[in-house]
Nanobody, 115 residues
Framework: QVQLVESGGGLVQPGGSLRLSCAASGSAAATISTMGWYRQAPGNQRVLVATISNSGRTNYADSVKGRFTISRDNAKNTVDLQMNSLKFGDTAVYYC????????WGQGTQVTVSS
């Protein structure tokens, strides 16, 4: 089992920045491979934002390339998402997701971009 705890969401103005963090723990945490962030806006499906492999290979949605940066600390089992130049369209609930034999999701953290 893996437990995920997210933090860092909030309200920010357009053009601002936020940093999301996700900490993994549990008996299967040592077997985590891919870590990532997904988001779900009201009325929409949950979609990929960014992923990072345990070797550091990253993948980003086209909509966030050049603005968001995903990183991880394998020793601490954490994954962060640095979000810069935020836009209204980035408003969503952001979910941490990891794969450790099974897929595990965090509880979600709200990011609201509003003036």
């Amino acid at each position: 089992q893996v437990q995920l705890v997210e933090s860092g969401g909030g309200l920010v103005q357009p053009g601002g920045s936020l940093r999301l963090s996700c900490a993994a723990s549990g008996s299967a945490a040592a077997t985590i491979s891919t870590m990532g962030w997904y988001r779900q806006a009201p009325g929409n499906q949950r979609v990929l934002v960014a992923t990072i492999s345990n070797s550091g290979r990253t993948n980003y949605a086209d909509s966030v390339k050049g603005r968001f940066t995903i990183s991880r600390d394998n020793a601490k089992n954490t994954v962060d998402l640095q979000m810069n130049s935020l836009k209204f369209g980035d408003t969503a609930v952001y979910y941490c997701r990891v794969f450790a034999g099974n897929v595990y999701w965090g509880q979600g953290t709200q990011v609201t971009v509003s003036s």
